[in-house]
């Protein structure tokens, strides 16, 4: 069993940065897809980022030129640095991981069925 856990929500003006970060139990540098995902009370998750095993990134519209999701191998940790942030960006992010490709979508924040999922951190942006 893998787990993933969060760390780095917190809340901060318009306009502000963070930097989320996505610890693993397992060895990600062989991970088919890592990706990071946002809840809002009411609404379904929606992707953001994701990143496969061969660097390549993909973004979901507002999260382009803001954010850059990023890994450390070595650390096995998932990495999301989120620039000029506004109160739409606000909710739960979870990190998510699909450890093998298993015919499904492809890599990207349009995928939603990934093996694990961490619990969230929560962020808040005021205005």
């Known amino acids: 069993q893998v787990h993933l856990v969060e760390s780095g929500g917190g809340s901060v003006q318009a306009g502000g940065s963070l930097r989320l970060s996505c610890t693993v139990s397992?060895?990600?540098?062989?991970?088919?897809?890592m990706g990071w995902y946002r809840q809002v009370p009411g609404k379904a998750r929606e992707g953001i980022a994701t990143?496969?095993?061969?660097?390549?990134?993909s973004y979901r519209g507002p999260a382009k030129g803001r954010f850059t999701v990023s890994k450390d191998n070595a650390k096995n940790t998932l990495y999301l640095d989120m620039n000029y942030l506004t109160p739409s960006d606000s909710g739960t992010y979870y990190c998510a991981a699909l450890p093998e490709f298993d015919g499904g979508a492809w890599c990207g924040p349009e995928r939603y069925t990934m093996d694990y999922w961490g619990k969230g951190t929560l962020v808040t942006i005021s205005s």
């Open positions: 990143i496969d095993k061969g660097d390549a990134r």
């Open positions: 397992g060895d990600i540098s062989n991970y088919y897809c």
